[in-house]
């Protein structure tokens, strides 16, 4: 059996270590940049004490109001960036059913007249969004998802944004892994409270 479209082991397929400890006890640091392919991905907290995991971009949240995009609200601010992300707006559209399944969500259209806006940074963090065009009829908030600049493969989520331990957990021994078809390739960042707490990371392009 071969999985369509897969590589069917027709070249070489290195298996990558990025393994580590926190660096600063406290402050989230970077694990992997952003990478063109990634088609495995493991960590795994193998000190004794809590450790939280992000893979992605900062996030935020939009409101509306008379069919207008009328602000942001920013979730996760991330760091390390050194050029803002770009900001795409998802979904919302269709004034005739704002309750319709995915509304907000990527799969869903936008409406006629789509908003804009771009990322503002404040020392490597997206600390608001301005909004470039409101937009019309929109039915629900958009999704909005901060991509990564093509130039900038370093700047993460933060997995303690504010204090707020908001990452992946993994308590001790536990791990995370993703493998398949589908792999994110977006940056990864990792926080622990204790300078020295060891992880594994391990990748393959």
């Known amino acids: 059996m071969q999985l369509p479209n897969s590589g069917n082991q027709t070249g070489l397929h290195p298996f990558y270590c990025a393994d580590g400890t926190i660096a600063t006890g406290g402050a989230s640091q970077l694990v992997l940049p952003r990478a063109v392919s990634r ?44 050029r803002p992300p770009q900001v795409w707006l998802y979904g919302g559209g269709n004034q005739n059913n704002a309750s319709f399944v995915a509304v907000g ?13 771009h ?25 909005v998802f901060l991509a990564g600049d093509p130039l900038d493969p370093k700047g993460v989520a933060d997995p303690d944004f504010s204090g707020t331990n908001s990452g992946i957990f993994l308590g001790p021994g536990q791990s995370y892994y993703m493998n ?26």
């Open 180 to 205: 398949g078809t589908s792999c994110p390739t977006t940056p990864v960042a990792i926080w622990g409270a204790t300078t020295g707490q060891a992880f594994t990371c391990r990748w393959m392009t």
């Open 119 to 143: 990322a503002v940074l404040t020392g490597g963090v997206v600390t608001s969004i301005v909004i470039d065009d409101p937009g019309a009829l929109y039915a629900a908030a958009p999704m």
């Open 39 to 82: 088609s495995f991905l493991y960590i795994q907290n193998i000190s004794a004490a809590n450790m939280y995991v992000e893979i992605g971009n900062a996030r935020a949240t939009a409101t509306i109001a008379g069919g207008l995009i009328t602000g942001f609200t920013i979730t996760n601010g991330g760091f390390g960036y050194t």
């Open 105 to 117: 969500q990527p799969d869903y259209p936008p409406p006629p007249h789509p908003g804009s806006a």
